[in-house]
C-alpha cells in the first residue's frame, strides 16, 4: 500500500509542478505532495509517512532546481516529526490533520528556506513567511481535510480487505 | 534499536548525503538524467496543466462575466427606473403646463391644482378622489365646486378633507349639470349622467325647435341647480359632444354626448374655487 501511495506522490509531485502552477488557489498553490505525505504519516504512522515523504521530495528535487534531497530531506522531517506529535491524537478528531497540516507547512517551509540559505540562495525572510508562507499554511489547513478524509477512508478500506483475507 | 526508526534514519542519512553530494561533487548530471527521464511525462503533465490553466483563466473569466453581467445588469434596471421617473415627470409637467393652459384660458377663475389619487373603488359610482398640497387655498375647498381639467368640465366637490377631495364625475347618475350646445340659437338643456345605464352623458330639455348636429359642442351654461344653487359651475366649460339624437319628445329633445374629458386618463384636475372680480 505505502508503494502505491509513494507512486501516487510521484504523480503528484509531477502535478504540482505542472499543473498547480496554472491553477493557483487563493494566489497560492498549495503543497500537495506535503498534504499528502502529512495525511499518510498521521493515518499510518511514521515510517510509512517518511517513505512517502522521501519518495515525493526526491520527486520533487528532480523537477525543481532545489539542491537534489533538500525538499526530501526537509519533507521527511515535517512529517516525522508530525506523525509523532500526532501519535498522541484521536485520528476521529477533525482538529488533528488541520492543526497538523497547519503547523506541518510552517515546518516545512521554514526547513525549505533555511536549506536555501545554506546552499547560498537569497531569502528574504519577513516577505516569504508573511507573504507567502502564512497564507499557503491557511489554505494547505483547509485543504486537509478532504485529503485525510480520503486517505483515511482509502486506509480503512484496504486495512479491512487485508484482515478478511 | 527499533527497524522502523532505523528505516526513518537511513532515509534521512540519504537525503543528507544527497545534499552533501549535491553540494560538494554536483550532482547535477545525476539530477539531468533522471529529469530526463522524467522529461516526457513532465511534458504530457505540463500540456495537461495548459488546458487545464487555460480552462480555470476561462472559468475565472467566465466568473469575472458573470460578476459584470449582474452589475451591468443592476445598472440597467437602475437607467430603466430613471428614465421611468423621467418620463413621469415628462408627463406630469404636460399635465400641469396644460393646467396651466386652462388658467390661461380662464383668467377669472381661481383655481386651486390637484393630483387624482384615487378612484371609486366600489365600481358603482363615478367618483375620483383628489389631492393638494398648497395648504392655503385648501381651507377654501367646499362641497359642490366644480372640477375641470384641461378638455373640460370633470365633475363636482362632494366630500372635502384636509388634504383631498371627493368628485363626482359629470358621468355618474347622480350629476346634472346645466349646459348650453354650441350651435345656433344656442339651446340649453341638462346634462346628466348616465354611466351606470351604459351610456355616459344625456343632454334633456333640449327645446323641440332646436338644430342640433352629430359632434356640436355642449358647454356648461353657468346657471345653478339645485342643491348646489351656491356654487354652480363656470360658463363655458366643454360638457362634450353631441353623439347622436336619442328621442325626439313631443316638447323636448334628448341627445347622447361624448364627454370632452377622457375620464380613465386624468391625472390632474383644477378646482374651481370661485370667480375672480374683472
Not at chain 1, 25 to 39: G, H, K
Not at chain 1, 64 to 86: E, I, K, Y
Not at chain 2, 142 to 148: D, H, P, Q, S, T
Amino acid at each position: 500500500m505505502v508503494y502505491g501511495i509513494t507512486l501516487a506522490v510521484l504523480l503528484l509531485a509531477l502535478l504540482q509542478v505542472s499543473l498547480m502552477p496554472r491553477l493557483p488557489l487563493l494566489e497560492v498553490r498549495p503543497d500537495l505532495v506535503l498534504l499528502v505525505a502529512l495525511a499518510w504519516g498521521m493515518v499510518r504512522g511514521s515510517v510509512e509517512g517518511a517513505v512517502v515523504a522521501f519518495g515525493g521530495g526526491l520527486a520533487l528535487d528532480i523537477l525543481s532546481s532545489f539542491p537534489l534531497g533538500g525538499q526530501a530531506l526537509a519533507l521527511l522531517l515535517t512529517v516525522v516529526a508530525l506523525s509523532w506529535l500526532g501519535a498522541s491524537f484521536s485520528r476521529g478528531n477533525p482538529l488533528f490533520p488541520v492543526a497538523g497540516a497547519f503547523l506541518g507547512s510552517w515546518v516545512y517551509h521554514l526547513l525549505l528556506l533555511l536549506l536555501a540559505q545554506l546552499f547560498g540562495q537569497a531569502v528574504a525572510w519577513g516577505g516569504t513567511l508573511r507573504h507567502v508562507v502564512l497564507p499557503l499554511s491557511l489554505v494547505e489547513a483547509a485543504l486537509m481535510l478532504p485529503v485525510y478524509w480520503l486517505l483515511d477512508q482509502l486506509e480503512r478500506r484496504t486495512h479491512r480487505r487485508a484482515r478478511a483475507a | 534499536m527499533r527497524r522502523s526508526t532505523v528505516l526513518i534514519l537511513v532515509l534521512l542519512a540519504t537525503c543528507l548525503l544527497l545534499l552533501l553530494a549535491d553540494r560538494v561533487i554536483g550532482l547535477g548530471v545525476v539530477k539531468g538524467s533522471l529529469a530526463w527521464v522524467l522529461g516526457p511525462l513532465q511534458r504530457a503533465f505540463y500540456a495537461g496543466g495548459e488546458q487545464a490553466g487555460d480552462f480555470w483563466e476561462r472559468l475565472q473569466e467566465a466568473e469575472r462575466l458573470q460578476e459584470e453581467n449582474k452589475r451591468l445588469w443592476a445598472v440597467v434596471e437602475q437607467l430603466t427606473a430613471e428614465r421611468l421617473h423621467y418620463q413621469e415627470i415628462e408627463h406630469e409637467n404636460r399635465e400641469l403646463r396644460a393646467l396651466l393652459g386652462l388658467r390661461e384660458r380662464h383668467p377669472g377663475l381661481e383655481l386651486l391644482e390637484a393630483e387624482v389619487i384615487g378612484r371609486d373603488p366600489t365600481g358603482w359610482q363615478q367618483t375620483l378622489r383628489v389631492g393638494w398640497t398648497a395648504q392655503e387655498k385648501a381651507r377654501e375647498v367646499r362641497e359642490g365646486m366644480a372640477v375641470i381639467a384641461p378638455a373640460g368640465l370633470v365633475g363636482r366637490v362632494i366630500r372635502v378633507y384636509p388634504n383631498a377631495a371627493d368628485v363626482l364625475l359629470i358621468t355618474d347618475i347622480g350629476s346634472s349639470v346645466s349646459a348650453v350646445v354650441q350651435t345656433e340659437g344656442r339651446p340649453t338643456g341638462v346634462v346628466d349622467g348616465r354611466w351606470q345605464e351604459g351610456t355616459r352623458l344625456i343632454m334633456r330639455y333640449l327645446p323641440q325647435g332646436a338644430i342640433l348636429h352629430e359632434g356640436d359642442w355642449v358647454l356648461t351654461s353657468g346657471l345653478r341647480l339645485p342643491p348646489f344653487e351656491e356654487e354652480g359651475f363656470p360658463p363655458g366649460i366643454p360638457i362634450g359632444r353631441i353623439l347622436h339624437l336619442v328621442t325626439v319628445a313631443d316638447l323636448h329633445q334628448q341627445v347622447e354626448l361624448v364627454p370632452a374629458v377622457d375620464f380613465e386618463r386624468l391625472e390632474w384636475v383644477s378646482i374651481v374655487l370661485g370667480t375672480q372680480s374683472p
